[in-house]
């Protein structure tokens, strides 16, 4: 079964730091484009972060740029997304992606297979 798992969400204080990860199972991440995206209570979904097939192309979202930092092992089917100086307005359920293709964008729509999600509150 082809599955993607978040992890390292979490109550955090304004201008703390998380890492999220994203592992796979039952498939090579090796393979994918890796995509993180978020959603807020009533808010529409947005692109946070993505990273090639190969590694050699990244791309940030203007809100989270200079802040958050996109990274994958493949030897560890694991993808990571550093995210530090963190806000409120970086409260969000994060999700990652898998697009099989070499590049990756901040559209969520190509996307092939979703993880469950994990939440992140920043608050104090």
């Known amino acids: 079964q082809l599955q993607l798992v978040e992890s390292g969400g979490g109550l955090v204080q304004p201008g703390g730091s998380l890492r999220l990860s994203c592992a796979a199972s039952?498939?090579?991440?090796?393979?994918?484009?890796i995509g993180w995206f978020r959603q807020a209570p009533g808010k529409e979904r947005e692109g946070v972060s993505c990273?090639?097939?190969?590694?050699?192309?990244?791309n940030y979202a203007n809100s989270v740029k200079g802040r958050f930092t996109i990274s994958r092992d493949d030897a560890k089917n694991t993808v990571y997304l550093q995210m530090n100086s963190l806000t409120p307005e970086d409260t969000a359920i994060y999700y990652c992606?898998?697009?099989?293709?070499?590049?990756?964008?901040?559209?969520?729509?190509?996307?092939?297979?979703w993880g469950q999600g994990t939440q992140v509150t920043v608050s104090s």
């Open positions: 039952g498939f090579a991440l090796g393979g994918y484009a």
């Open positions: 992606a898998a697009l099989l293709s070499g590049l990756c964008g901040l559209t969520g729509d190509p996307y092939d297979y």
């Open positions: 990273i090639s097939r190969s590694g050699g192309w990244i």
